[in-house]
Structures are given as structure tokens and as C-alpha cells.
């Protein structure tokens, strides 16, 4: 059974680092035709797809966020982290790592259960 469990700090001050890691159980995320993927969902509004990671290593991320994101992965630990560099207030968001066969899915049926992260001073 695959489970992802997202981590990290709940409170980001504004233009500081949120780092977030995603920690999975059941596979790993360097086989398979898989993209292991960052998603936020700010309050009141929906789902928006922030950057994947193919099992080859390969990054992608969204164009209105790829300025600020970089993600990387710890196969000793079967991990990949979001970084999202000068945090806004617009940043807060539920944030949930997911995994799926398409590389900006939004609604995969595979992923945690969200970590919420607040920008505030």
C-alpha cells in the first residue's frame, strides 16, 4: 500500500524559505512511470498544481511559481521536497504531495493528507 505524509513548518515567515518534504511508504519514487507531485489549495479557493518530479529525476513546475520553487528528492529516504523561496502571504495554502501518472494532475486519488502552511509575520 503507497502512502505519502507530507512535513514541515506550519508557520513561514513572509520572504523566507517554506521547505515541505513528502515521505513515501509502499514504493519508490525512482521506478515506474510516475510523477510525485507538490499541490496547494489556498483557502477559498481551488486546487493548484505547483511542480512534479518524474521517477527519472526530471522537475517541472508552474510557470506562475517557477521563478521561486526548486524540488528535489533523497532516494536514501524515499523523499522529495518542496522548496518555495520568498513567501508571500499568497503562499498560504493547504499543501498536499501526490502521486500520479500525469505529470500536472490535480485530483489524484494517491496522495496526503495536507499539511497547512501559513505566511505571516
Known amino acids: 500500500q503507497v502512502q505519502l505524509q507530507e512535513s514541515g513548518p506550519g508557520l513561514v515567515k513572509p520572504s523566507q524559505t517554506l521547505s515541505l518534504t513528502c515521505t513515501v511508504s509502499g514504493a519508490s519514487i525512482a521506478t515506474g512511470d510516475y510523477y510525485w507531485i507538490w499541490i496547494r489549495q489556498p483557502p477559498g479557493k481551488g486546487l493548484e498544481w505547483v511542480g512534479a518530479?518524474?521517477?527519472?529525476?526530471?522537475?517541472d513546475y508552474s510557470p506562475s511559481l517557477k521563478s521561486r520553487t526548486v524540488m528535489f528528492r533523497d532516494l536514501s529516504k524515499n523523499q522529495f521536497t518542496l522548496q518555495l523561496t520568498s513567501v508571500t502571504p499568497e503562499d498560504t495554502a493547504v499543501y498536499y504531495c501526490?502521486?500520479?501518472?500525469?505529470?500536472?494532475?490535480?485530483?489524484?486519488?494517491?496522495r496526503g493528507q495536507g499539511t497547512q502552511v501559513t505566511v505571516s509575520s
Open positions: 518530479i518524474h521517477s527519472s529525476g526530471n522537475t
Open positions: 501526490a502521486r500520479d501518472r500525469y505529470r500536472d494532475a490535480t485530483t489524484s486519488s494517491l
